[in-house]
């Protein structure tokens, strides 16, 4: 432990009886002599001399705002120690009174970066000898675990002993939020708080202290007897406004009520990381009906391949209902990719009631559209199902007299890509039509018919690798991919399969056509019979692409044919009809694995999936910083996995050396205010806390998902 002499005299050693410069420009004989600067004199509010913390109080000190009195030992100045003696003499009335003695550092309490709970703070300091020795440790943490050293200043005040603390955020950090405050309090100091000792009872508040909502910890005697009253929830939303005036925008501040009733501010800072919140008017989306098509990861091309289809179609079919405006559905898609998964828009499907049901009843425009659609939806409805017979005679005349890929010219391998994407539309289109016009036709679907199929091909002895040749319609068992194996569900363990072992080998793209008439499929509705056909088109096109892979890696133009899916529609095309690839190819990198997008959710500014918080629960835990994340539950000892979640019991600041490079974390307790709180959303990592029974529940290598939103943890390896 450094000692404030020892300290001095290293000082002086260093500085070889000169001045020098430091990191910030200034002479280091600028601040000798200054000893102990009272936070009432201009000096103390130098970010530069005094550190932030300090700093920002002195500015408090100077505009009213209620803040104990006290002193600042600038940086880099252990100052006279006379002078200092007689500062601490004053402030402690002769050693009897207490006193915290804490960092401050020009590098914490930033608009960038609040490193909160990284530097020591000492409490209940008595004496001259202890008083020393805290300064000696404040100084000590400014050597930072990565090796650096921070510049310190050291604050000292009078330690008061509070009837109740908390932390109080002038807007609300989870929600992103700045017409409301968020305030969590507890019996006692804030230093239990932001510690993760103990959850406090959240208040949230409208910004002239009108109580929103109140939620205390389970199980805690603050359910029956609330720490704060009104009256002071009042005080503190005229504490917070006050202090954003002063400093320009919402602040972090650590408060406390003494014995009297009277409000303290102990610390302010700006809020550093606010989660990102959608627009007023943003879409709602969600992997909706969707997912049934695509339920995994997309690489750009499949989204070119499988999504840019089922949009036109999904749009035309909306079109022809009357569901929605043409310039609407102009203008917005009904499907897209978010972070490479499917989303559609649901209010467009109908997915989801409107947001104001009276006005939308009472608007005539959907009305309208319905009658000006209604002559065409009756004759539709009649002619749909012999209309889908032949759309579905046509593809399967084209699969059956298209050749084997590798037989295709270039141009014919091209055209007939085009026309899968064109089909596709169709394809789609009719689908959704016959699902909503169409009345159901028993209980045949094509997922029935798959299954079965399924287990005589397997009753019959047929190999796995040739059970979709014989069988195709099990392929609507399994979504499209042009990565990796095609899988069947039950496959047996151990079965040697290739990538390209389902290749069409006697000359047909497809066998749909050329089966004996035991082999099709059993008669489905015509929806059923469209689904099993928009996937028959979609394994075509795995093969077509898959081989004009191969020929730009023969040509030397793509390194890896595995790495086609890197490539939009538009460059593979230019490419097979002897264009260049793109000069980034090589340093496109495949997606990293997402975790499912929410049921619901809308879309801030960056493309960030803002989760729709659901009524009537909140998940599993408390969502502290937004975001989602996949990974791997570590418990913080033994071999760090890549993608590693942290699932702790508490909120320890200790913990925040192991968060860069967290997947997320999640905790059995904590409050969204503590210190590692506020790194945790500094670092964007999605974090959720109150997840009851965490550690036993998620043991180290369990497949975890969450959601720092919804406080949602989930166990099972995302699609």
């Known amino acids: 432990m450094t000692t404030l002499d020892e300290r001095h005299e290293e000082e002086r050693h260093e500085d070889g009886g000169h001045d020098g410069d430091d990191p910030g420009g200034r002479s280091a004989l600028a601040t000798r002599g200054l000893g102990a600067v009272p936070l009432s004199r201009p000096t103390a509010a130098l970010p530069h001399l005094a550190g932030s913390k300090a700093a920002h109080l002195a500015r408090a000190t100077g505009a009213g705002l209620p803040v104990l009195p006290g002193f600042v030992v600038p940086y880099e100045d252990v100052g006279d120690p006379a002078a200092l003696r007689r500062a601490w003499h004053q402030l402690s009335d002769?050693?009897?009174?207490?006193?915290?003695?804490?960092?401050?550092?020009?590098?914490?309490?930033?608009?960038?970066?609040?490193?909160?709970?990284?530097?020591?703070s000492?409490?209940?300091?008595?004496?001259?000898?202890?008083?020393?020795?805290?300064?000696?440790?404040?100084?000590?943490?400014?050597?930072?675990?990565?090796?650096?050293?921070?510049?310190?200043?050291?604050?000292?005040?009078?330690?008061?002993?509070?009837?109740?603390?908390?932390?109080?955020?002038?807007?609300?950090?989870?929600?992103?939020?700045?017409?409301?405050?968020?305030?969590?309090?507890?019996?006692?100091?804030?230093?239990?708080?932001v510690s993760g000792e103990q959850?406090?009872?959240?208040?949230?508040?409208?910004?002239?202290?009108?109580?929103?909502?109140?939620?205390?910890?389970?199980?805690?005697?603050?359910?029956?007897?609330?720490?704060?009253?009104?009256?002071?929830?009042?005080?503190?939303?005229?504490?917070?406004?006050?202090?954003?005036?002063?400093?320009?925008?919402?602040?972090?501040?650590?408060?406390?009520?003494?014995?009297?009733?009277?409000?303290?501010?102990?610390?302010?800072?700006p809020i550093t990381a606010m989660a990102a919140r959608p627009p007023r008017r943003a879409r709602l989306l969600g992997p909706g009906p969707v997912a049934e098509t695509l339920p995994g990861q997309l690489e750009p091309l499949e989204e070119d391949l499988w999504l840019a289809p089922m949009n036109r179609g999904l749009a035309a079919a909306l079109d022809i209902g009357g569901s929605a405006p043409r310039r609407q559905?102009?203008?917005?898609?009904?499907?897209?990719?978010?972070?490479?998964?499917?989303?559609?828009?649901?209010?467009?499907?109908?997915?989801?009631?409107?947001?104001?049901?009276?006005?939308?009843?009472?608007?005539?425009?959907?009305?309208?559209?319905?009658?000006?659609?209604?002559?065409r939806v009756g004759r539709l409805t009649a002619a749909l199902p012999g209309l889908a017979v032949d759309l579905v005679a046509d593809v399967d005349r084209r699969l059956a007299e298209t050749?084997?890929?590798?037989?295709?010219?270039?141009?014919?391998?091209?055209?007939?890509?085009?026309?899968?994407?064109?089909?596709?539309?169709?394809?789609?289109?009719?689908?959704?039509?016959?699902?909503?016009?169409?009345?159901?036709?028993?209980?045949?679907?094509?997922?029935?018919?798959a299954l079965t199929a399924l287990a005589e091909a397997r009753?019959?002895?047929?190999?796995?690798?040739?059970?979709?040749?014989?069988?195709?319609?099990?392929?609507?068992?399994?979504?499209?991919?042009?990565?990796?194996?095609?899988?069947?569900?039950?496959?047996?363990?151990?079965?040697?399969?290739?990538?390209?072992?389902?290749s069409y080998e006697d000359g047909s793209a497809s066998r749909v056509a050329t089966l004996p008439e035991t082999r099709r499929p059993a008669s489905l509705p015509p929806r059923e019979a469209l689904r099993v056909r928009i996937r028959w088109v979609q394994e075509l096109q795995v093969r077509l692409v898959r081989e004009g892979a191969r020929r730009?890696?023969?040509?030397?133009?793509?390194?890896?044919?595995?790495?086609?899916?890197?490539?939009?529609?538009?460059?593979?095309?230019?490419?097979?009809?002897?264009?260049?690839?793109?000069?980034?190819?090589?340093?496109?990198?495949?997606?990293?694995?997402?975790?499912?997008?929410?049921?619901?959710?809308?879309?801030?500014?960056?493309?960030?999936?803002?989760?729709?918080?659901?009524?009537?629960?909140?998940?599993?835990g408390r969502g502290v910083a937004g975001g989602r994340a996949a990974g791997t539950a570590w418990d913080g000892t033994g071999p760090r996995p890549p993608d590693a979640i942290l699932v702790v019991r508490t909120l320890d600041p200790a913990l925040a050396p192991l968060l860069p490079g967290l997947a997320g974390l999640v905790a059995q307790t904590g409050s969204p205010l503590s210190h590692l709180a506020v790194l945790a959303r500094e670092f964007g990592l999605p974090t959720v806390a109150g997840a009851t029974d965490a550690v036993r529940r998620f043991p180290p290598g369990s497949r975890l998902t969450l959601d720092g939103t919804t406080g949602d943890v989930q166990e099972g390896e995302p699609r």
């Open 94 to 120: 002769g050693g009897t009174r207490p006193l915290v003695v804490r960092s401050s550092s020009p590098q914490e309490d930033t608009q960038e970066s609040s490193l909160a709970g990284q530097f020591a």
């Open 122 to 193: 000492v409490l209940d300091v008595r004496g001259w000898r202890d008083f020393r020795t805290a300064i000696g440790t404040v100084l000590d943490s400014a050597h930072r675990p990565d090796g650096s050293t921070a510049p310190m200043a050291v604050l000292v005040q009078p330690m008061l002993v509070a009837r109740v603390g908390g932390v109080l955020f002038g807007a609300d950090p989870v929600e992103g939020r700045t017409d409301r405050m968020l305030v969590s309090a507890v019996r006692g100091g804030p230093d239990t708080l």
């Open 199 to 269: 959850p406090g009872t959240n208040y949230w508040l409208s910004r002239w202290g009108r109580v929103l909502r109140t939620e205390a910890p389970h199980g805690s005697p603050a359910a029956n007897e609330p720490p704060l009253t009104s009256s002071e929830l009042g005080r503190l939303a005229r504490l917070a406004r006050h202090a954003e005036r002063v400093f320009g925008g919402p602040q972090d501040i650590e408060f406390g009520f003494d014995e009297g009733g009277r409000l303290w501010l102990f610390q302010s800072r």
């Open 329 to 375: 559905l102009r203008r917005v898609p009904v499907v897209s990719a978010v972070g490479g998964r499917a989303a559609a828009d649901l209010r467009l499907l109908g997915v989801v009631p409107p947001v104001h049901r009276r006005l939308a009843f009472l608007n005539p425009a959907p009305g309208a559209r319905r009658l000006g659609a209604a002559w």
């Open 403 to 449: 050749p084997a890929p590798g037989e295709l010219p270039v141009p014919a391998l091209v055209s007939t890509l085009r026309w899968t994407r064109t089909v596709l539309v169709s394809l789609h289109a009719q689908e959704a039509l016959a699902g909503a016009l169409l009345p159901a036709h028993g209980t045949a679907t094509a997922a029935g018919a």
């Open 459 to 502: 009753a019959d002895g047929v190999p796995e690798d040739r059970v979709a040749v014989v069988e195709p319609v099990v392929l609507a068992l399994v979504p499209p991919s042009l990565r990796g194996e095609l899988r069947l569900p039950g496959e047996r363990p151990g079965e040697t399969r290739t990538p390209n072992s389902l």
């Open 552 to 620: 730009l890696t023969v040509r030397g133009g793509l390194s890896d044919a595995g790495r086609v899916g890197l490539l939009r529609w538009e460059e593979f095309v230019a490419a097979l009809e002897g264009g260049r690839l793109p000069g980034d190819v090589k340093e496109r990198l495949p997606r990293a694995v997402s975790a499912p997008l929410p049921d619901a959710f809308r879309l801030a500014d960056g493309g960030v999936v803002v989760a729709e918080r659901r009524a009537g629960g909140d998940g599993s």
